[in-house]
């Protein structure tokens, strides 16, 4: 079933067919697919805004179309990524990996406006921590899914899925 995919067809289930949907797995190609849209999609933004003028307005660092993509993707993005996670039979709390690294950005956001350098000392340090977090979520999203079922679900590509190796 999934084997005849387009990457564009991967690129688009997460937001067309599977917004919210935190159950179930996803293969490497949905994810991966719909990671390269939206970079693609994120720096044509990035771009228009530049030409328009008006990157930067959003916190000082995004544009408002750029803030608006951002908005409108963190569910699909989370689902994907929970989905992804349980391909390879781990739970979506795996993604909490990324929280020191978000952490961090906020942190340095509120540092930078205060002046604070302690504050900038603590973000970068509490980066660090982001920076291995993200390492391993890498690892994790890059690893295959199990074969067969697991307790997440069945095999995302099917039950004849020996020639999906290629697929993913």
């Known amino acids: 079933m999934n084997q005849n995919m387009t990457p564009i067809d991967w690129a688009k289930r997460p937001i067309a067919e599977k917004y919210a949907d935190f159950t179930g797995r996803a293969p490497r190609a949905e994810y991966w697919w719909y990671a390269l849209a939206l970079m693609i999609v994120t720096i044509l933004l990035m771009v228009v805004e530049s030409i ?32 992804r996670l349980h391909d390879t039979n781990r739970s979506a709390w795996w993604l909490l990996l990324m929280a020191p690294y ?27 921590l982001g920076f291995i977090g993200c390492i391993a979520f890498l690892v994790l999203m890059v690893l295959p899914g199990t074969p067969g079922d697991n307790r997440y679900g069945p095999n995302p590509y099917g039950e004849g899925a020996a020639g999906a190796i290629a697929a993913e």
């Open 52 to 83: 328009l003028g008006i990157k930067g307005m959003v916190l000082h660092a995004y544009g408002p179309l750029t803030a608006l993509l951002v908005l409108a993707t963190i569910v699909p993005g989370l689902a994907v990524g929970a989905r």
């Open 102 to 128: 978000l952490i961090s950005a906020a942190l340095a956001m509120r540092s930078i406006s205060a002046g604070s350098m302690v504050g900038l000392g603590v973000a970068g340090l509490v980066g660090i």
